[in-house]
């Protein structure tokens, strides 16, 4: 300390003792223990700042957008549903996330679930609404459920304001559109397997996801019965559908085309089963309005398969089936049963266990019978050809492969690339560019997985689309 420091420092001390302070130590220590006390408390300060600064960068960097936590509801949730989630994620893809996806799942309002099904509404799709909404809420209750969020932004929207009101579908074909139907199919340019899937659904009354995931090793020919298993029906419940002459006869000709693969509706890798859009696509393409845009690679015929009463589908020809089956006599409980759906009425349920298989049988049966005679007089959708030479009608009907690969020349109902470009006078270039061009060619079949495997085509198909006009 400098000599002019002392003096100031004396200074201070005394002006201390004449304010009236006796004891200079005390005060000073006193004093020096209030600055300290200050300074530790703006460290604490400081200190309770930089946390909250580090909770809230750790909160926000643990915030979840809409596009993660679908994902994760995939994971725990979707993966368990029959197709994997798969439906669900093309319906998000589409309609949800580029509309919501990048938010944060905390900063959805209900106003932004309103806005992507308005967008749903405007385009005519009520349904479909319903649907995505009813999906966006599962997952944020999901959400809720994980204490991603407080509350579930979707809680205060009544879904019966989502898309108006429901309208209960009743389409159901008369007898005479049946008769229409069976002349209009072959004009329509669909493969004989597509055609095939509008009878065996009417036959059985069977749903159109249950058909083309069907599996050859559950058809029985002996038996005459088709097991659908519980993975691939609606309800969970294993159905075995008794086969009518007519449904077997629809089954014989869709094993002629498709009983090299281990499915009935195989997809063009022949790894699974077709998608369950595909029939469904192919019907409404061919019921479009007059001057509809047609879209890529759709069919141009869109108006072959129009009948009297309306626009069809195939959940339709089910409802057809059923309806059919009670005009025929048989009594709604037992069409019921057919249809697969579960008693509503929990003590029948319990109580009543009888099985109903001979009704059920005689059910299918009556079906089969007044269809055999609705189509009897007029072109059926293939002819009634031979089986291959390869196939093994006395097979055990427990055989998962019924037809085996060609080991030599293909059966005269198939014609090679030779034949099929000779018969359309072009090379077969242009055969293959025709292909690429027209999505009515019908589609090859390889003998074998191998790319380099020599091709057929169904004899009939060739014959059907060399029928079309040009």
Same mark, same amino acid.
């Given at each position: 300390? =400098?000599l002019?420091?002392?003096?100031?420092?004396?200074?201070?001390? !005394?002006?201390?003792?004449? =304010?009236? #302070?006796?004891?200079?130590?005390e005060? %000073?220590?006193?004093?020096?223990?209030? #600055?300290?006390?200050?300074?530790? %408390?703006?460290?604490e300060?400081?200190? !309770?700042?930089? @946390?909250?600064?580090?909770?809230?960068? @750790?909160r926000?960097?643990?915030?979840?957008?809409?596009?993660? /936590?679908?994902?994760?509801?995939?994971?725990?949730?979707?993966?368990?549903?029959?197709?994997n989630?798969?439906?669900?994620?093309?319906?998000?893809?589409?309609?949800?996330? *580029?509309?919501?996806?990048?938010l944060?799942?905390?900063?959805?309002?209900?106003?932004?679930?309103?806005?992507?099904?308005?967008?749903?509404v405007?385009?005519?799709?009520?349904?479909? !609404? &319903?649907?995505?909404?009813?999906?966006?809420?599962?997952?944020?209750?999901?959400?809720?459920?994980?204490?991603?969020?407080?509350?579930?932004?979707?809680?205060?929207i009544?879904?019966? &304001?989502?898309g108006?009101?429901?309208?209960?579908?009743?389409? @159901?074909?008369?007898?005479?559109? #049946?008769?229409?139907?069976?002349?209009?199919?072959?004009?329509?340019?669909?493969?004989?397997?597509?055609?095939? !899937?509008?009878?065996?659904p009417?036959? +059985?009354?069977?749903?159109?996801?249950?058909?083309?995931?069907?599996?050859?090793?559950?058809?029985?020919f002996?038996?005459?019965?088709?097991?659908?298993?519980?993975?691939?029906?609606?309800?969970?419940?294993?159905?075995? #559908?008794?086969l009518?002459?007519?449904?077997?006869?629809?089954?014989?000709?869709?094993?002629?085309?498709?009983?090299?693969s281990?499915?009935?509706?195989?997809?063009?890798?022949?790894?699974?089963?077709?998608?369950?859009?595909?029939? +469904?696509?192919?019907?409404?393409?061919?019921?479009?309005?007059?001057?509809?845009?047609?879209?890529?690679?759709? =069919?141009v015929r869109?108006?072959t398969?129009? %009948? *009297?009463?309306?626009?069809?589908?195939?959940?339709?020809?089910?409802?057809?089936?059923?309806?059919?089956?009670?005009?025929?006599?048989? /009594?709604?409980?037992?069409?019921?049963?057919? %249809?697969?759906?579960?008693?509503?009425?929990?003590?029948?349920?319990?109580?009543?266990?009888?099985?109903?298989?001979?009704?059920?049988?005689?059910?299918?049966?009556?079906?089969?019978?007044?269809?055999?005679e609705?189509?009897?007089?007029?072109?059926?959708?293939?002819?009634?050809?031979e089986? *291959?030479?390869?196939?093994? +009608?006395?097979?055990?009907?427990?055989?998962?492969?019924?037809?085996?690969?060609?080991?030599?020349?293909?059966? =005269?109902?198939?014609? +090679?690339?030779?034949e099929?470009?000779?018969?359309?006078k072009?090379?077969?270039? @242009?055969?293959?560019?025709l292909?690429?061009?027209?999505?009515?060619?019908?589609?090859?079949?390889?003998?074998?997985?191998? *790319?380099?495997?020599?091709?057929?085509?169904v004899?009939?198909?060739?014959?059907?689309?060399?029928?079309?006009?040009?």
């Amino acid at each position: 300390m =400098s000599l002019a420091d002392a003096r100031e420092r004396a200074t201070e001390l !005394a002006n201390l003792h004449k =304010s009236g #302070i006796r004891n200079i130590r005390e005060h %000073l220590e006193a004093e020096q223990e209030t #600055i300290l006390r200050a300074r530790e %408390l703006e460290m604490e300060r400081q200190a !309770a700042r930089k @946390a909250a600064r580090d909770a809230e960068k @750790a909160r926000l960097a643990a915030r979840k957008s809409v596009r993660d /936590l679908f994902e994760h509801w995939a994971r725990v949730d979707l993966i368990h549903r029959k197709d994997n989630g798969a439906e669900v994620r093309r319906v998000f893809e589409k309609d949800v996330l *580029p509309v919501m996806g990048h938010l944060f799942v905390d900063d959805v309002r209900k106003g932004c679930l309103t806005e992507v099904t308005d967008v749903l509404v405007a385009r005519g799709s009520h349904r479909m !609404a &319903k649907l995505v909404f009813s999906l966006m809420r599962q997952m944020f209750r999901f959400a809720v459920e994980r204490d991603y969020i407080e509350h579930d932004p979707s809680a205060s929207i009544r879904k019966a &304001k989502i898309g108006g009101k429901n309208v209960e579908r009743d389409r @159901a074909l008369s007898e005479q559109e #049946i008769v229409l139907l069976h002349r209009l199919a072959p004009q329509a340019g669909l493969l004989v397997t597509t055609e095939l !899937a509008i009878w065996i659904p009417l036959s +059985t009354c069977c749903r159109i996801g249950e058909l083309l995931g069907a599996r050859w090793e559950h058809v029985d020919f002996n038996r005459k019965t088709w097991l659908i298993p519980a993975e691939n029906s609606k309800n969970g419940k294993a159905h075995t #559908i008794y086969l009518s002459d007519f449904s077997v006869d629809c089954f014989q000709r869709l094993r002629y085309v498709t009983g090299r693969s281990q499915w009935c509706y195989p997809n063009s890798r022949y790894t699974g089963p077709v998608d369950s859009r595909t029939v +469904t696509n192919q019907l409404r393409d061919r019921q479009l309005a007059a001057g509809r845009k047609i879209l890529a690679n759709r =069919s141009v015929r869109q108006q072959t398969l129009v %009948l *009297p009463g309306g626009k069809w589908t195939p959940h339709d020809l089910r409802r057809t089936g059923a309806t059919m089956m009670t005009a025929l006599g048989v /009594l709604p409980e037992v069409a019921e049963r057919c %249809l697969n759906h579960i008693e509503e009425n929990r003590l029948k349920r319990i109580y009543q266990r009888h099985n109903y298989r001979a009704e059920m049988t005689n059910a299918w049966e009556v079906l089969g019978k007044r269809l055999q005679e609705l189509t009897m007089d007029t072109p059926g959708p293939i002819s009634d050809p031979e089986p *291959p030479a390869d196939c093994d +009608t006395d097979a055990d009907s427990t055989s998962q492969v019924l037809i085996q690969p060609h080991a030599g020349e293909p059966s =005269s109902e198939l014609l +090679t690339l030779a034949e099929v470009a000779k018969a359309l006078k072009i090379g077969r270039t @242009a055969c293959f560019e025709l292909r690429r061009r027209d999505p009515n060619f019908p589609k090859p079949i390889t003998n074998g997985s191998n *790319p380099r495997s020599r091709v057929y085509f169904v004899r009939q198909e060739i014959e059907a689309y060399l029928r079309l006009p040009r």
